[in-house]
């Protein structure tokens, strides 16, 4: 069984489970899990860490245009150093701070890799889904795409200064409640925008056509990558960028744009069926845990 096998399974037995975060009242609730091995490239700072496993789950409640309002995690090293766990510290609440959220602190424990579990509330009376799109309205975007396969590249070429600086991220929180009033479906682009418009047009049950020259691609991958083919692939199907995805009635686009707090592009727009990228199916490929 793959993550998105589980993921359905859970969905079926725990029906308040919800898309990037459960909805229970007013509150949303998410909670992530990441690994050493798995998240946390050789180089990557505690500081950077903290703050990118609290940014995780927050994002989660901006995909939802809710209000932040805390975030909590589980510390577990093989050893706890003073230096390490203050760093991470450090990171959890800035982080925090950047979204006018509180870090209040969470749980430690001993574990044979460094790992964090994560866990953040929001409140909002009326969530955004995955599934309310309608055809003809338009796919659109947050910032810009890339940014943590850039900062990946950087690490893998023995610059850590570059890397931890890619990895650390503001969650769109603001744009998050800003697109609330106008996105019919919206969800966090952590999965990376291929697997994101395919799991839009699968909730909402309409097709998705995207633009590929319309994708808003972050600098640093054009600092990193090797051609057209390698600049696509970091910026639409590598994933951890942890913008938004939403779609938005055509009439409201420009309203929506003029008062998102970050740039809000339209990268295509929603069909009667078929996911595609300048006319040919886009694969639905992404980031996947396990």
Do not use: K
Not at 32 to 54: I, Q
Not at 152 to 162: A, I, K, N, S
Not at 213 to 230: H, L, N, Q, S
Request: aromatic share 6%; hydrophobic share 40%; net charge negative.
């Amino acid at each position: 069984m793959d993550e998105r096998d589980a993921l359905a399974l859970v969905g079926d037995a725990v029906p308040s489970a919800g898309d990037d975060a459960a909805v229970v009242g007013t509150t949303v609730v998410t909670t992530d899990m990441l690994h050493e091995t798995t998240d946390f490239p050789d180089g990557t700072t505690r500081y950077t860490a903290g703050w990118r496993a609290v940014g995780a789950s927050l994002s989660d409640v901006a995909a939802m245009g809710a209000d932040a309002t805390a975030a909590v995690a589980v510390y577990a090293a093989p050893t706890f150093e003073p230096d390490p766990l203050a760093a991470f510290l450090d990171g959890a609440n800035e982080v925090c701070e950047r979204v006018d959220a509180t870090y209040a602190g969470g749980d430690l424990d001993t574990h044979a890799e460094f790992t964090v579990a994560t866990t953040a509330l929001g409140e909002t009376s009326d969530p955004v889904g995955r599934d309310g799109a309608a055809v003809g309205d338009r796919i659109c975007v947050t910032g810009a795409l890339g940014r943590s396969a850039a900062g990946l590249r950087y690490f893998e070429q023995g610059d850590p200064g570059q890397g931890n600086e890619l990895f650390r991220f503001t969650p769109r929180v603001a744009a998050g409640q800003a697109l609330a009033p106008y996105a019919t479906a919206m969800m966090d682009s952590s999965d990376g925008l291929a697997r994101s418009v395919h799991q839009l047009a699968a909730a909402s049950d309409f097709g998705m056509a995207i633009e590929g020259d319309a994708v808003p691609v972050a600098d640093a991958v054009e600092a990193v990558a090797d051609g057209d083919a390698d600049r696509r692939e970091l910026s639409m199907f590598f994933g951890e960028d942890f913008e938004l995805v939403c779609t938005v009635p055509a009439d409201d686009v420009a309203t929506a744009q003029r008062e998102c707090p970050v740039s809000l592009s339209v990268v295509g727009e929603v069909t009667a069926t078929g996911v595609t990228l300048d006319g040919d199916a886009l694969p639905d490929r992404g980031y996947t845990h396990g």
